[in-house]
């Protein structure tokens, strides 16, 4: 994907453009076993004039995103001495010392708990630290006890960690910025195309890029730090957007452009190319945007 001058385009502003999507009767069918890639048709009756963003929220990553004490998995832990822990290991309680100069030393300190551990409590495994990658998206292994490895492993596929579209990793982080794109306009597609369905078969259990939260999961914003997560969710977007150009039901939930007025319509989840009026919300081409001013807005002065 081609770099995004970030000032183009606005990962936080609502989107009121788009249709209110009807389910139809021979959608999807309810498989707990598979929660995050399959919706029943019942929730889009109860959950009648909502987006099918809002019901996917609702319905299935409510409780999860919202779950309580999740701060201590985000938040840097406090920094600790081995006096702090009266010289025994956090959770077995063995004696443990640095040693002198390291020279002796059974111990080790955990990233993610922040504290020591004796080396049969220490995992030979490193892992990645969730408060580090949404601090600086640091997704590098580091050393950690069996029981943060146990942890962390559990907590690995839920989308838990949320950037904020105001987050300073944006604005320092250019691969990470352009997945924030590609999100957003998922999310957008998400919320217009004829079938979500269509989607959900695609994305399965990345459904939660779909919402309008920038919620991931650890496993998720490593998949983006090395690069494999954006080339598959870009193949996914080229799919769908191609059946949107070519299904007639997609093409009526499009915006004709009312600057240049071309017959071709024009969808508000293609942000790279198209924009809208602040002010009235009329959809135009962000090259039409850019030579002349919003002709609603100027004939309604």
């Known amino acids: 994907m081609s770099w995004i001058n970030q000032n183009q385009v606005t990962l936080n502003k609502p989107n009121n453009l788009l249709g209110l999507f009807t389910q139809s009767r021979d959608s ?26 809002q019901i996917l929220y ?15 998995f985000v938040q840097p832990p406090p920094q600790y001495e ?42 030979v495994v490193r892992m990645s630290i969730p408060w580090k990658a949404l601090d600086s998206f640091d997704l ?8 943060a490895q ?16 105001t987050s300073k990793l944006l604005q320092l982080n250019k691969t990470l910025f352009e997945f924030m794109v590609l999100k957003r306009q998922i999310h957008l597609l998400y ?33 983006i730090y090395n690069g494999s997560l954006s080339k598959v969710i870009q193949g996914y977007y080229v799919i769908l957007f191609k059946h949107i150009d070519l299904c007639k039901s997609c093409q009526k939930r499009g915006h004709i452009c009312i600057i240049c007025q071309h017959v071709v319509p024009i969808h508000a989840f293609d942000i790279k190319n198209v924009t809208y009026c602040d002010t009235c919300l009329k959809v135009f081409h962000r090259d039409c945007a850019e030579s002349k001013s919003c002709p609603n807005c100027l004939q309604q002065r």
């Open 150 to 165: 146990s942890e962390i492993d559990k907590l690995y596929d839920l989308p838990i960690l949320e950037i904020t579209p």
């Open 191 to 223: 919320d217009m195309i004829c079938d979500p369905k269509l989607v959900q078969t695609l994305l399965e259990k990345r459904m939660n890029l779909c919402l309008k939260r920038n919620c991931f999961s650890l496993k998720d914003l490593y998949e």
């Open 58 to 72: 609702d319905e299935i990553y409510k409780d999860i995103i919202e779950t309580p004490n999740i701060n201590r």
């Open 82 to 123: 081995l006096k702090d822990q009266n010289f025994k290991c956090w959770q077995c309680q063995k004696p443990i010392s640095n040693g002198f100069l390291t020279i002796g030393a059974n111990c080790d300190q955990c990233f993610f708990h922040g504290r020591y551990f004796c080396n049969d409590c220490m995992s």
């Open 140 to 147: 590098r292994h580091y050393k950690v006890s069996k029981l």
């Open 28 to 53: 999807l069918h309810h498989d707990p076993s598979d929660q995050f890639t399959k919706l029943p048709p019942h929730l889009y009756n109860k959950h009648k004039g909502k987006k099918p963003s």
